[in-house]
């Protein structure tokens, strides 16, 4: 496994060692021990979610305020816009964002810390989403941040496209009002 960072340092790239031969392919998508040792982090996942969604579909910004998740997400059909937006105070790279496309292709990960809200725009006709989390959904504790808040600046590809959102994420509440981390 390689790890490559983004401009958010806490925020990493996993790129998978694939073995491909004329039979297929063949990769680990997660060992924890490697995880580990390439990342120095030691998290446990307790829960493991997928997602179908189709294209134009914005999931986001989610984060829980209380049992705040770490996540690791990939790909594993189409392609997606995958956006971690860093809401810790005491950090420096508070109210910044990292975006990284993760397709089926390229088998790409990433990890994002608890503290951070995440969401994610499907590029492709579909995509199917994994992700592992460090804790359990809480949804006492869910918040939502409005997806184009104009603080943020997200440059979400989407080409004068209106997104398809849930009811909840059209509710998502600016940076300024929203709840943040110590």
Known sequence: MKVL??????????????????????????????????????????QDNHSSSGQHVLRGLHYQIQQ???????????????VAVDLRRSSPTFR????????????QQLWIPPGFAHGFLVLSAGAEVQYKTTDYYAPAHERCLIWNDPTLQIAWPLAGIE??????????????????FA
């Open 68 to 82: 705040p998740q770490g996540k690791l997400v990939r790909v594993v059909a189409g392609s997606v816009f995958d």
């Open 163 to 180: 997104p398809i959102l849930s009811v909840k994420d059209q509710a998502g509440q600016p940076l300024a009002s929203a709840e943040t």
């Open 96 to 107: 910044q964002w990292v975006g990284v496309t993760l397709n089926a292709e390229n088998r």
């Open 5 to 46: 960072l983004t401009d958010i340092p806490d925020v990493l790239v996993l790129e998978p060692q694939l073995y491909a031969d004329s039979r297929g392919w063949f990769y680990e998508s997660h060992n924890q021990q490697t995880f580990a040792e390439k990342t120095g982090l030691s998290f446990s996942f307790v």
